[in-house]
């Protein structure tokens, strides 16, 4: 009877695994535990199900010194930090997650693995605003990738969208029973900011990009056409939970542009000012969101 010790593996960034990986832990956990693989936990880990007590120091053995996998954080530490796919994937990515993920993972190897702070904290990296890892509703301190000039517009696959030459959406949508595309009622009146004018006449797309909130609506609607600038960065956001005692809270804007350049010292230090800070105050089980909320914005 196997004893129901789940073990956290780290997850690769972006989720990206080798067959020949993944085999070396199936075998490694049909020899030391139950068989039984997650992928993934709610943390992002993978996890490993069900091993006996007397497994549990081979097991560590094995996964971080035969087969040089990290433990995930559990408990009030940092937790496995997660990001999207990135530019291994999206063209809208606007800065390498993966390798801030990867370099905060391994920077903070202390902080995961030894339980310091008055509650868990997470890191979500999302490469751009449609944040795929929902980290602007998860994430203690989410990374978002932002910019700050003029969305880019070509006026003549606009007009294509507007004449049906080209499918919205990029086709997602391709029982849709709506009728055709009305750049209207799908782009300009859907965005929050009211900051786009199409001009019938002259059949071109008009951005008022200072008032532009940056949510991606229409570059999603409209791929071939619109694209995100070229001066590139994240903001940072901080706060989020799920329902835990105040219930759930999303993100409050922090920091509204931050060039990310390796080896992210810059990046380091900020975070750790915000630790200092909320271990020096926050009550036992406090998330930082919560001690925000508590004391107020300014104040932190």
């Known amino acids: 009877i196997w004893a129901i010790h789940p073990i956290g593996v780290h997850h690769t960034a972006g989720k990206w695994y080798h067959t020949s990986a993944v085999r070396k832990i199936c075998e490694m956990w049909d020899h030391r535990g139950s068989g039984l693989v997650n992928f993934h936990g709610s943390t992002g880990d993978m996890v490993l199900i069900g091993t006996t007590t007397e497994q549990l120091e081979p097991v560590f053995f094995d996964l971080t010194h035969q087969l040089h996998w990290d433990l995930g954080g559990s408990g009030s530490n940092l937790r496995s930090p997660a990001c999207c796919m990135g530019k291994s994937l999206c063209e809208w990515c606007l800065y390498d997650v993966q390798d ?8 903070f190897q202390d902080e995961l693995h030894r339980p310091a702070f008055p509650y868990k904290f997470k890191f979500k990296f ?8 929902a980290a602007i509703a998860r994430a203690d301190l989410s990374f978002i990738g932002i ?7 070509d006026q003549e696959a606009v007009r294509a969208y507007v004449n049906g030459e080209l499918k919205p959406n990029a086709g997602a949508f391709s029982d849709r029973d709506w009728g055709p595309f009305d750049i209207k009622k799908e782009v300009i009146d859907m965005c929050p900011a009211k900051c786009m004018y199409w001009d019938e006449k002259e059949q071109k797309l008009y951005i008022d990009n200072k008032e532009c909130v940056r949510c991606m609506h229409c570059i999603a609607v409209m791929p071939e056409a619109l694209k995100p600038g070229k001066d590139r960065g994240v903001a940072i956001l901080i706060g989020a939970k799920a329902p835990i005692l105040e219930g759930a809270q999303l993100s409050t804007l922090l ?5 990310p350049e390796p080896p992210y010292d810059d990046i380091k ?9 909320w271990m020096e105050v926050g009550k036992n089980r406090e998330r930082v969101g919560e001690l925000i909320q508590r004391i107020g914005l300014n104040r932190f």
């Not at 801030?100 to 920077?107: A, G, N």
């Open 147 to 153: 910019w700050r000039d003029e969305i880019q517009i």
């Open 269 to 277: 230090e900020f975070i750790y000012k915000i630790w200092d800070y």
């Open 100 to 107: 801030l993920d990867y370099e905060l993972t391994m920077h």
């Open 126 to 133: 999302s490469g751009c605003p449609l944040d795929c890892v």
């Open 255 to 259: 920091v509204p542009f931050w060039r």
